[in-house]
């Protein structure tokens, strides 16, 4: 068989692209910095449209989740997925519903300032303090960000900094902020299969191209989990927020570049 004519892989651009793609995934499925994964989709749609994209990642994801459950089962938040986990849900029918009429730059900017706002919150909220103080639990705003994280990652697999700008301010162990978001990512992204499958979204060539993919995948996922096992609470999150800084200012970016040449 010609994989080069099964996948979108045909050039070696192209497949570096989608193994750095997925190498990022899969370090933030294994716990290492939930922004990494938001810079699959922008990678890839330098070279496919955007949903093609994401359709071709998310055979990935499924992989990687399946493989992230293992590695931290045990570890988890029960009360932040019962408040959270509804909320997705909503947040993937209207995505499902919008996708025809919302752009991928306007997506793009959402998540990147979501995010920022995110950072800019903690940043300020830390001045004058000598350490985290855990936030209080809000139903509301678990809803609200809940249903956000479910959208965003509907129409561009990115919702962990919707995720995080609720879950992350609780300062819960790292291991159990990693096992919690894994369950989430892990629920949120089998349900995507449904809508995305009525889309028409799954072909022969990216399901091919999911598969060559698969084992970067599950061994960046393990290095991951590997790292983040290791590490204090007190790196963990500064390293959390430094990337999830750094992503959405490259999302605001992007996304108002792309608004601004489409209105041209």
């Known amino acids: 068989m010609d994989l080069a004519a099964l996948t979108y892989?045909?050039?070696l651009p192209t497949l570096m692209l989608g193994v750095l793609?997925?190498?990022?995934?899969?370090?933030?499925?294994?716990g290492l910095g939930g922004a990494m994964a938001l810079i699959a989709v922008p990678l890839l749609a330098f070279v496919m449209p955007p949903m093609q994209a994401a359709a071709?990642?998310?055979?990935?994801?499924?992989?990687?989740?399946?493989?992230s459950l293992w590695a931290w089962r045990g570890y988890y938040d029960k009360q932040l997925l019962l408040q959270m986990l509804p909320a997705a849900v909503l947040g993937i029918v209207i995505g499902a519903s919008a996708v025809s009429i919302t752009s991928d730059d306007f997506v793009r900017l959402l998540v990147g300032l979501v995010a920022l706002l995110f950072v800019l919150r903690v940043a300020i909220g830390a001045r004058g303090k000598t350490g985290g103080v855990p936030a209080r639990r809000n139903g509301l705003l678990a809803t609200?960000?809940?249903t956000l994280a479910g959208f965003t990652s509907f129409v561009a697999h990115a919702g962990g900094p919707p995720f995080q700008v609720y879950a992350m301010p609780l300062r819960l162990d790292p291991k159990i902020f990693t096992g919690t978001s894994v369950i989430f990512f892990a629920v949120v992204n089998a349900i995507k299969v449904i809508p995305y499958a009525a889309l028409g979204e799954f072909t022969a060539q990216s399901l091919w191209s999911a598969l060559v993919l698969l084992p970067v995948a599950l061994v960046s996922t393990f290095v991951g989990a590997a790292i983040v096992k290791r590490m204090r609470a007190e790196v963990f999150y500064p390293l959390m927020y430094g990337m999830v800084a750094i992503v959405a200012c490259k999302l605001i970016y992007d996304g108002l570049s792309g608004m601004m040449t489409g209105g041209a």
């Open 56 to 67: 071709l990642l998310l055979p990935v994801l499924l992989a990687m989740d399946a493989m």
């Open 21 to 30: 793609a997925v190498f990022l995934v899969g370090l933030s499925k294994g």
């Open 9 to 11: 892989f045909n050039d």
């Open 144 to 146: 609200i960000f809940g």
